[in-house]
């Protein structure tokens, strides 16, 4: 292993250690091979209904499925409150369009 890449690896150990969060594989893979938004990849990988994540975040079925479906982005606050719903990192939700 070259030295860069034993310290890109120890990098990414130190932001995972300070509480960085990461993407299981389960919700890496729905994301193209499902053709899934990282949201529903997360939901499914959590079990939760468009309707549960929903009522869990105080947000409207309606604009949860216009963000999965790309036809919407919501606020800073929207995309905490679905990363803490989801327990999932705010930037692993991002990249569905």
């Not at 869990?56 to 409150?81: C, D, F, M, P, Y």
């Not at 719903?85 to 990249?95: C, I, K, R, T």
Request: no cysteine.
């Amino acid at each position: 292993m070259s030295l860069s890449l034993l310290n890109e690896a120890r990098a990414t150990l130190a932001r995972i250690d300070a509480g960085e969060g990461t993407m299981p594989g389960e919700v890496l893979g729905a994301i193209p091979d499902d053709g899934l938004h990282p949201i529903a990849a997360w939901r499914r990988y959590r079990g939760l209904s468009q309707a549960e994540l929903a009522r869990r975040t105080g947000l409207s079925q309606v604009w949860l499925s216009r963000i999965e479906n790309g036809g919407g982005t919501g606020s800073a606050a929207t995309w905490h409150k679905l990363a803490a719903a989801l327990d999932a990192p705010v930037w692993a939700l991002e990249g569905g369009d």
